[in-house]
């Protein structure tokens, strides 16, 4: 994930621990792949992977064909079967793809742009017994008694990269782990899986990490809405600001915008509580630079800092940034 990203998520994850149980909106903001020289090449093809006993290659082909946007997919993948062919018929391992000019040369008889090769480890496993304290009783009558228990860790590596077939170069290369752990009592019914079961599970674990590396996503957050006002509002008014929050709660986005529209025009555009939630509604749909006008316009009616339109201030920019810089991957389609 970007930095710019974490750092958002992290203030407003502040946001959200200094403002307890107050009425939020979430947010659903697309960000561009961390990769970005992925979206340079929409033409992929990934090779079978070196000792790919948990069929990784497979689960990252499979995870790529399911993103789409605006119903066509991100990359088109070049067919596994002409792949084997071409390595086939020119006599070139898997091992060798991460020669440039290996990679070079089977990228122009695919018409690839780019080749995912990778090498999966072994994975490693160790089991830990121990005991546990059972408390068991029966009648009046109590008594502790140990039950035997274990636990298995298992772990596993993929070397991954990604390679310029028009260029000859790396694109991205990069070692990722992942490991989980499973316990079993003899008192339960909790199933510990075989290693190859396990290594299953963190094989797709990895795919996930590695495609959303490239590819353009949606992160997820909450903004906080103010409930209180910030003039004296008249019961007529009060009226406003609270029933444009219950629609708001229900995703009557519409309806919350003309009460608050009207709550801005009778306080004569001087309250900034209508004007901040609009912007929030305006952000939750997506009208990124709309919202960030709306915000700076309540900004300048405050007098005293409002931590809720600091934090907007400050991170909408961030959003409109990360969002053109999706866009703009994307339209490469």
């Keep these: ?27 659903k903001a697309l960000q561009p792949a961390e990769i970005a020289r992925s979206s340079q090449t929409k033409t992929i093809a990934i090779s079978n992977f070196n000792n790919d006993t948990a069929n990784l290659s497979g689960k990252i082909e499979a995870k790529i064909a399911q993103h789409t946007f605006d119903g066509k997919p991100y990359f088109t993948t070049v067919n596994r079967r002409d792949f084997d062919q071409i390595l086939s018929e020119q006599k070139i391992q ?42 068991r009783c029966k009648k009046e009558q109590c008594w502790e008694e140990k039950i035997g228990c274990t636990k298995r860790v298992v772990g596993l590596v993929a070397e991954l990269g990604m390679t310029d077939t028009q260029k000859g170069d790396i694109i991205y290369a990069q070692s990722i782990n992942k490991s989980d752990e499973w316990k079993h009592c003899s008192d339960d ?7 190859n079961m396990a290594a299953q599970s963190l094989a797709d674990r990895i795919g996930d990490a590695f495609v959303y590396k490239l590819l353009p996503h949606y992160v997820y957050y909450n903004v906080e809405l103010l409930e209180d006002p910030d003039l004296d509002y ?5 009226d ?12 009557r986005y519409d309806k919350a915008e003309s009460l608050l529209s009207r709550l801005i025009e009778s306080t004569d555009e001087k309250s900034y509580v209508p004007i901040y939630n609009i912007a929030v509604i305006k952000e939750a749909q997506g009208q ?25 201030i400050t991170h909408i920019d961030t959003v409109i940034e990360q969002n053109n810089q999706a866009l703009g991957q994307i339209k490469k389609l």
């Design 189 to 195: 019914s909790q199933v510990i899986p075989s290693v």
């Design 240 to 251: 406003l600001l609270e029933n444009a929050l219950l629609y708001i709660k229900q995703n």
């Design 94 to 135: 898997n091992s060798g793809l991460v020669d440039p000019s290996a990679v070079v040369e089977v990228g122009k008889i695919l018409g690839a742009q780019a080749i995912i090769s990778g090498t999966l480890s072994q994975p490693t496993s160790s089991d830990t017994f121990f005991y546990e304290t059972r408390t």
């Design 288 to 312: 990124y630079q709309e919202a960030k006008e709306l915000y700076n316009k309540a900004d300048q009616l405050t007098i005293k800092p409002v931590v809720q339109i600091n934090h907007a």
């Design 1 to 27: 994930m970007h930095l710019a990203m974490k750092q958002l998520l992290f203030a407003l994850s502040v946001l959200v621990l200094i403002s307890g149980c107050a009425q939020k909106v979430q947010i």
């Design 234 to 238: 008249t019961d007529a008014q009060e």
